[in-house]
């Protein structure tokens, strides 16, 4: 390949990659999907050599936790600080609609909202209800720093499989 055009090819995927882990933040955005997208079109491009595919493989694994921490941990979370299956889902489709309608902090606004009238209905005590809120809360922050990690490590296997 032309080395101007490798090279612009590097710095676009790089690009997009770092796009997907700025968007980890955002709930709903699938910053690790994008990073998973650019580095399957780095290959499309450049060719799935041996090495390059076996890393391919381990960033497609990667990717599996990528997409399911942050339902994992903050389900969890509100499920510790003593939410119902119900709030939590009623989490997930606020937080979905949230995202769709006031991107990109609709979502961060409208799941924990739902979390805490959901349970103030159900439990009829707001420090209760603030409680499981304050869960969910927890392991969205924790979900985020895990899928940060999750992304810079699927770049860093990136990076060595486009500089190898």
Partial sequence: ??????????????????????GVVIPIFPGVVVIWLA?????????????????FI?????L????T???V??????????????????????GIIGTLLFPPVGGLIAAPLAVLLLEFQRVR?????????RG???????SVGAKFIIGSLMIGLWLIWALY
């Fill in 73 to 94: 941990l903050m389900g969890a979370g509100a499920r510790q600080g003593g939410a119902s299956w119900i709030s939590i889902l009623g989490a997930l489709v606020a």
């Fill in 1 to 22: 390949m032309n080395p101007w055009l490798n090279a612009t090819v590097f710095a676009l995927t790089l690009f997009v990659m770092l796009v997907g882990l700025v």
């Fill in 69 to 71: 921490v942050d339902n």
């Fill in 136 to 142: 969910l809360a927890v392991g969205w922050l924790l």
């Fill in 58 to 62: 381990f960033i497609t694994i990667a």
């Fill in 64 to 67: 599996i936790p990528g997409v």
């Fill in 125 to 133: 005590h707001f420090g209760k209800a603030w409680v499981a809120t």
């Fill in 39 to 55: 580095a399957l079109g780095y290959g499309i491009i450049n060719g799935f050599d041996p090495p390059g595919l076996l890393i």
